[in-house]
């Protein structure tokens, strides 16, 4: 079956530290987006992808970085500087790069940071 | 900027009773708009989505919306609620370059 895979489900750091969240498709989709969800908000979106080895800011990409070489992966780093990043991380694919394009999910990965 | 409104933060409706899920939407050009179900520590899924045409679409579940431009709406309605509908539900509204813009969710609770 083809979809969206996001490792690990629970991820546990301690302040200070980076961490690197998975997220792999095989829908062969060209466009990936990262987004984080906060309870009682909607989805705000981080960083996105159209095409392999190039990716655009979201809305609050700060404090994240993301790279894109292969067409199957995008990974999301959290890195030190972002000051709140306790929060689920949905990834998220698209088969085209339009606005009518609607996306397919992951199961998110929940990240605590103490 | 495009925006969306859910108005309802959490609706709780006997298994049943019919359902509507109410979405605003702040749109410059023609909207193309979505419906996502999110089940508790899951993913987003596709109920619905309007592009043009037929302002009434259906969609998975038993699910329909109806999109009225006088009134910047695309409310979600079912006509009987199973308890398997308990979710959270999000409308969306399409944005350039394939990102969307979310609103803020209803919390849909199912009394027995």
């Known amino acids: 079956d083809g979809g969206i895979t996001q490792s690990p489900k629970y991820l546990f750091r301690k302040e200070g530290q980076n961490v690197t969240l998975s997220c792999e498709q095989n829908l062969n989709h060209d466009a990936m987006y990262w987004y984080r969800q906060d309870p009682g908000q909607g989805l705000r979106l981080i960083y996105y992808?159209?095409?392999?080895?190039?990716?655009q800011k979201g809305d609050i990409a700060e404090g994240y970085s993301v790279s894109r070489e292969k067409k199957e992966s995008f990974p999301l780093t959290v890195t030190s500087a972002q000051k709140n990043p306790t929060a689920f991380y949905l990834c998220?694919?698209?088969?085209?790069?339009?606005?009518?394009?609607?996306?397919?999910f992951g199961n998110g990965t929940r990240l605590t940071v103490t | 900027a495009q925006s969306v409104t859910q108005p309802d933060i959490h609706i709780t409706v006997s298994e049943g009773a019919s359902l509507e899920l109410r979405c605003n939407y702040s749109?410059?050009?023609?909207?193309?708009l979505f419906w996502y179900v999110q089940s508790p520590g899951q993913g987003l899924q596709l109920l619905l989505k309007y592009f043009s045409g037929d302002t009434l679409v259906q969609g998975i579940k038993g699910f329909e919306a109806e999109f009225k431009r006088s009134q910047s709406s695309f409310n979600l309605r079912k006509p009987s609620v199973h308890w398997s509908d308990a979710a959270e539900y999000f409308c969306a509204v399409g944005a350039g370059a394939g990102k969307s813009t979310f609103g803020d969710g209803t919390t849909l609770t199912v009394k027995p």
């Open positions: 998220a694919s698209s088969i085209g790069r339009g606005s009518r394009t609607p996306l397919h």
């Open positions: 749109y410059g050009a023609t909207p193309y």
């Open positions: 992808s159209q095409i392999v080895n190039d990716f």
